[in-house]
């Protein structure tokens, strides 16, 4: 199966950056629809950002549009998402995760049910 390791969590300060990223051994994410989930105490799992198989195609959740980028590495096994301006509410666990390359639909968007792998998360905390 695909595993899926996150990186790049830590502390920050409202205002801040931090870039997280997602990488993979032994499998091209180019033929998988990536994305990133978050979920804080307490609170529903949300979807944050996805990005398609060329990377042509993005989303965002409302909250962070403007603020965030989701992008794939020149190197084939790695996903980013580079977050700015962060406010106390962005602080969550973060996931990487990844649609089957077999799945019959091109885009899953936010939908957390559409991805079949994820990762064990990495924490964001923002807070002075």
């Known amino acids: 199966q695909l595993q899926l390791v996150e990186s790049g969590g830590g502390l920050v300060q409202p205002g801040g950056s931090l870039s997280l990223s997602c990488a993979a051994s032994?499998?091209?994410?180019?033929?998988?629809?990536m994305g990133w989930f978050r979920q804080a105490p307490g609170k529903e799992r949300e979807g944050v950002s996805a990005i398609s198989k060329d990377g042509t195609i993005t989303d965002y959740a409302d909250s962070v549009k403007g603020r965030f980028t989701i992008s794939r590495g020149n190197d084939k096994f790695t996903v980013s998402l580079q977050m700015n301006s962060l406010k106390p509410e962005d602080t969550a666990v973060y996931f990487c995760?990844?649609?089957?390359?077999?799945?019959?639909?091109?885009?899953?968007?936010?939908?957390?049910?559409?991805?079949?792998?994820w990762g064990q998360g990495t924490q964001v905390t923002v807070s002075s």
């Open positions: 995760v990844g649609r089957s390359r077999f799945a019959r639909n091109n885009w899953a968007g936010l939908q957390a049910d559409a991805y079949d792998y």
């Open positions: 032994g499998f091209s994410l180019e033929d998988y629809v």
